[in-house]
């Protein structure tokens, strides 16, 4: 279905396109982003099952190949999230010449939050911190930096991502930083080194300030706060 511009999808994107570069200082972007945007599911579902027959079934995907980059989805009560979180992966593809599948993902949740949401805290990877640590469970960036097929990450896996995206623009200059140059670096290398060693030099904190940093976005849902 085609959408005029000033439709609030449109507008949304294009505010996403406006914050996205402007937080994480990328370059011009290379490659435009083409949305496919269908009018029901079932549609979606013929037309993702025919032509990229093996993705698993999600509600939206993006794919980037040699001829363009595109985002699919259809419309649903989960449009707007769905939309944020792959358009991202079409503006970071079409400005970089690689993104490691961790900080793809993780920069994806992170800017899938409604922008409205001050902190651009993501309850859903929150709450699934909580019970991760509640098992014992500690981050593990050298592990994460491991992934390389996103059939292999697990719910935790993106809650684990988001949370070091989060952590590291929210956190102070010298997260931020880390984050940043890490990024451009990205502009010109397709084998990048690992983020950890950078973010160890620079703040040698870093593991119990991203598990510090997350229970203080725990204590800022509702659920926490009426405790």
């Given at each position: 279905?085609?959408?005029?511009?000033?439709?609030?999808?449109?507008?949304?994107?294009?505010?996403?396109?406006?914050?996205?570069?402007?937080?994480?200082?990328?370059p011009?972007?290379?490659?435009?982003?083409?949305?496919?945007?269908?009018?029901?599911?079932?549609?979606?579902?013929?037309?993702m099952?025919?032509?990229?027959?093996?993705?698993?079934?999600?509600?939206?995907?993006?794919?980037?190949?040699?001829?363009?980059?595109?985002?699919?989805s259809f419309?649903?009560?989960?449009?707007?999230?769905?939309?944020?979180?792959?358009?991202?992966?079409?503006?970071?593809?079409?400005?970089?010449?690689?993104?490691?599948?961790?900080?793809?993902?993780?920069?994806?949740?992170?800017?899938?939050?409604?922008?409205?949401?001050?902190?651009?805290?993501?309850?859903?990877?929150?709450?699934?911190?909580e019970?991760?640590?509640?098992?014992?469970?500690?981050?593990?960036?050298?592990?994460?930096?491991?992934?390389?097929?996103?059939?292999?990450?697990?719910?935790?896996?993106?809650?684990?991502?988001?949370?070091?995206?989060?952590?590291?623009?929210?956190?102070?200059?010298?997260?931020?930083?880390?984050?940043?140059?890490?990024?451009?670096?990205?502009?010109?290398?397709?084998?990048?080194?690992?983020?950890?060693?950078?973010?160890?030099?620079?703040?040698?904190?870093?593991?119990?300030?991203?598990?510090?940093?997350?229970?203080?976005?725990?204590?800022?849902?509702?659920?926490?706060?009426?405790?």
């Amino acid at each position: 279905m085609k959408l005029d511009s000033g439709n609030v999808l449109v507008q949304e994107l294009e505010d996403l396109r406006e914050r996205l570069f402007a937080t994480l200082h990328l370059p011009e972007q290379r490659d435009p982003v083409n949305v496919y945007l269908f009018s029901d599911e079932a549609s979606y579902r013929y037309y993702m099952n025919t032509t990229w027959q093996n993705l698993p079934p999600r509600r939206a995907y993006f794919v980037g190949t040699t001829r363009e980059l595109a985002v699919y989805s259809f419309l649903s009560s989960k449009v707007q999230e769905d939309l944020r979180h792959e358009f991202t992966h079409g503006l970071l593809h079409g400005s970089l010449k690689t993104v490691p599948l961790w900080l793809d993902e993780g920069l994806a949740e992170y800017f899938e939050v409604n922008p409205d949401i001050p902190g651009a805290v993501h309850a859903e990877h929150v709450r699934e911190w909580e019970t991760a640590q509640q098992e014992n469970w500690s981050p593990n960036l050298f592990r994460l930096e491991m992934l390389s097929d996103f059939r292999d990450m697990t719910q935790r896996d993106y809650a684990e991502a988001w949370g070091w995206v989060h952590y590291m623009l929210q956190t102070s200059d010298e997260t931020a930083n880390v984050l940043l140059q890490y990024l451009a670096g990205l502009e010109t290398s397709r084998t990048p080194p690992r983020m950890l060693t950078s973010l160890e030099t620079a703040v040698p904190t870093y593991f119990n300030d991203v598990q510090a940093h997350v229970v203080r976005m725990q204590n800022t849902q509702p659920s926490h706060a009426s405790r």
